[in-house]
């Protein structure tokens, strides 16, 4: 039977993926992929023909008979017919490193992944050793893509020369920022590939041990990634001299901050550590511990593979390589596109995402989860570039990148902000645990009109009191919305009627 | 639609002592607890607590901190709605409004026949194709009043 490759991603499963499976198993050979991330087009299908693969979607289970009727299956039907994905302009303009597998293997297939190049970065680093492996890593410039941007080989050498008897490697998986799912869907499309890049950081820094952090509000990457580690273990893969555990988040956003992870695994409240000791030093239950975000673990495979200066080659300024960026929220083409560091905000929400999904003008994007700022088109000449964003006053965070148009009240996304970090603030620290509060309370007496200038200037006066004072990114960041929020759209604060002051 | 065991303490103990031994133990305990139980009772503390040799204080305060853990079993079905940003900007609050007078309960709350327990999220992870949902554990994609309350009708 002819070939039919179908999404398995949660968010391809979220549009009826699975239905549409149903509607073909009697007539094909169906291959559950991850998805390519182009997820207007989701259902996408993918009929295996002897010129290549032809996408189909976005198609519903209904569509199903009618497009057997005309020939699906030699991909000479026309309805919905994309082409050849690679061909799809979304996809031919990006540089798939990390996600060069993504949505084109079955994820628990070892065959699979062999046979388009996995464990050849582990077979690398095996040849070169734990030095040369470092050395690579610090030469590619890669830097944690979590958000801070620490340069990983620095990390893996800190950790590497400390002298401990066990050591840990840590993927933080926990990928809480709105607007992002890279990580979901490497977990659900390409799980070898963290297996592999975490084996790599162990072998680079002599640890026996990793922990797979991940969130529990993605229970399909969580179920898959636990089978592609009892396969890795089948296979040897994983075995006495280097392991994994995965272990569910409990719904706490602050998680994703290191220290708090580490916290959480250790099987605490997930509060955040005051630094030093670094983690690198005393990390997990004490000891010397690498914790990098997944898509930095997962892009080590191909840099070990490609070599550091191929790497290197791509991107701007100290930001080197490629990022997976997510298009996302109001936006008609929202979909992961990985590229080169340098394209700018305008060319990613226009040019490739499209403009608005409603149609109307866009008025702000979100770039870098809850606590990035809101940028307004005035200034979509930004790069996709680590220190061109901070020069901003925002951030690129995680890579998600999330689209408003026109109808947003950005006092309403200010108090947002705010009320977000009322209900994830670890506790520990006074700024981020009192002041969030105080946030959501100014806000509100701008929104009633009470005292509007005075209770600007508090509120501004209490950001910049957060952002000095907080011990962490949530309340030391949770500023850059708010402050751009005011800074961008000060109309949006001036809409109540004034009230006299009690 | 979740089934879930009635409180019993010795079955407690031996879902805990499945997991006491893994380093760090706690959260896989309370997940572990949770998943047979549909919920970590008050009652549960103590157990946990020796299991695990650390305070009941420190164990209620564990699960008082993560959002995921509760204290009563949801009703037949559970129903998260996002609520974070992306999905905001395609119209989830008017949607998440729309669920909570359609089903006439608060978030965290349990429909008056048992049917539906409502939880807000932020964040699924699916948001180029929000707003999003996750019921019973299946994700939903593209909602729009009318398709949620198709849905909630067929819900039993």
């Known amino acids: 039977m002819t070939r039919v490759f179908v999404p398995r991603d949660a968010a391809a499963l979220a549009v009826g993926a699975d239905e549409v499976t149903a509607a073909l198993e009697d007539h094909a050979d169906i291959i559950r992929t991850g998805s390519r991330g182009l997820f207007w087009l989701e259902p996408m299908i993918e009929v295996e023909t002897p010129e290549g693969r032809i996408a189909y979607g976005p198609v519903e289970a209904t569509d199903i008979p009618a497009l057997l009727a005309d020939g699906l299956l030699d991909g000479t039907a026309q309805h919905l017919r994309l082409g050849p994905p690679n061909q799809i302009p979304f996809l031919a303009r990006q540089t798939r490193l990390t996600f060069s597998r993504c949505g084109i293997v079955d994820p628990l297939s070892l065959d699979d992944y062999y046979a388009t190049g996995g464990m050849d970065g582990l077979e690398k680093a095996r040849a070169i050793g734990p030095a040369a492996t470092?050395?690579?890593?610090?030469a590619s410039g890669l830097r944690g893509r979590g958000g801070a941007g620490f340069p990983t080989g620095v990390k893996w050498k800190t950790v590497a020369e400390t002298a401990a008897p066990q050591k840990y490697i840590v993927c933080n998986a926990d990928e809480g920022d709105s607007g992002t799912y890279a990580d979901r869907m490497l977990l659900e499309g390409d799980p070898f590939s963290l297996i592999e890049g975490m084996a790599i950081a162990g072998l680079a820094v002599g640890a026996s041990k990793g922990f797979v952090y991940t969130r529990s509000e993605y229970p399909h990457a969580i179920a898959t990634f636990d089978k592609a580690l009892s396969i890795a273990r089948t296979a040897g893969i994983l075995n006495a001299e280097f392991d994994i555990e995965q272990r569910a988040g409990a719904g706490a956003y602050v998680c994703g901050e290191e220290t708090a992870l580490l916290e959480s695994l250790e099987g605490r409240r997930g509060q955040v550590r005051a630094k030093p000791p670094l983690p690198a030093h005393k990390g997990l239950f004490g000891q010397p511990t690498v914790i990098n975000n997944m898509i930095t673990l997962t892009t080590v495979p191909c840099i070990l593979r490609d070599g550091a200066a191929a790497y290197q080659a791509i991107g701007m300024g100290r930001s080197r390589g490629t990022m997976p960026i997510q298009l996302a929220g109001n936006v008609r083409y929202g979909g992961l596109f990985e590229a080169g560091f340098g394209v700018t905000l305008g060319e990613l929400v226009n040019d490739i995402g499209g403009g608005t999904l409603s149609g109307r003008p866009i008025?702000?994007?979100?770039?870098?989860?809850?606590?990035?700022?809101?940028?307004?088109?005035?200034?979509?000449?930004?790069?996709?570039?680590?220190?061109?964003?901070?020069?901003?006053?925002?951030?690129?965070?995680?890579?998600?990148?999330?689209?408003?148009?026109?109808?947003?009240?950005?006092?309403?996304?200010?108090?947002?902000?705010?009320?977000?970090?009322?209900?994830?603030?670890?506790?520990?620290?006074?700024?981020?645990?009192?002041?969030?509060?105080?946030?959501?309370?100014?806000?509100?007496?701008?929104?009633?009109?009470?005292?509007?200038?005075?209770?600007?200037?508090?509120?501004?006066?209490?950001?910049?009191?957060?952002?000095?004072?907080?011990?962490?990114?949530?309340?030391?960041?949770?500023?850059?919305?708010?402050?751009s929020a005011m800074n961008f759209f000060p109309e949006d604060f001036q809409r109540a009627h004034p009230v006299a002051a009690a | 639609m979740a089934s879930f065991e009635p409180w019993n303490q010795d079955r407690a103990r031996a879902v805990i002592a499945?997991?006491?031994?893994?380093?760090?133990?706690?959260?896989?305990?309370?997940?572990?607890?949770?998943?047979?139980?549909?919920?970590?009772?008050?009652?549960?503390?103590?157990?946990?607590?020796?299991?695990?040799?650390?305070?009941?204080?420190?164990?209620?305060?564990?699960?008082?901190?993560?959002?995921?853990?509760?204290?009563?079993?949801?009703?037949?079905?559970?129903?998260?709605?996002?609520?974070?940003?992306?999905?905001?900007?395609?119209?989830?609050?008017?949607?998440?409004?729309h669920v909570r007078e359609a089903l006439a309960v608060d978030w965290h709350g349990t429909t008056a026949d048992g049917a539906v327990t409502l939880e807000p999220v932020f964040c699924l992870g699916l948001c180029a194709t929000g707003p999003s949902a996750l019921l019973d554990g299946h994700p939903i994609g593209r909602l729009t009043p009318a398709r949620i309350d198709r849905i909630l009708e067929s819900l039993a």
């Open chain 1, 134 to 138: 470092v050395e690579t890593v610090l």
């Open chain 1, 363 to 483: 008025r702000a994007v979100q770039v870098g989860g809850p606590l990035g700022a809101y940028f307004p088109p005035s200034m979509f000449d930004t790069p996709f570039d680590y220190e061109a964003f901070a020069a901003r006053d925002g951030l690129i965070g995680h890579g998600g990148v999330v689209v408003f148009d026109d109808t947003v009240d950005m006092a309403q996304q200010a108090r947002f902000a705010m009320e977000f970090c009322v209900a994830e603030s670890c506790g520990k620290c006074t700024p981020c645990r009192i002041g969030s509060v105080r946030g959501v309370e100014t806000v509100d007496k701008i929104l009633a009109g009470q005292n509007v200038a005075a209770n600007l200037e508090l509120l501004r006066d209490l950001c910049h009191t957060l952002r000095a004072g907080s011990l962490c990114a949530l309340g030391g960041f949770i500023p850059y919305p708010v402050l």
């Open chain 2, 18 to 97: 499945d997991y006491a031994g893994l380093q760090g133990a706690c959260l896989p305990v309370l997940h572990a607890l949770q998943a047979v139980f549909g919920c970590v009772p008050l009652d549960a503390e103590p157990l946990v607590a020796a299991a695990l040799n650390i305070s009941r204080a420190e164990v209620h305060g564990i699960v008082t901190f993560y959002h995921d853990f509760r204290r009563v079993p949801p009703g037949r079905h559970m129903l998260h709605l996002c609520r974070a940003e992306a999905c905001q900007s395609v119209g989830a609050e008017a949607l998440c409004r």
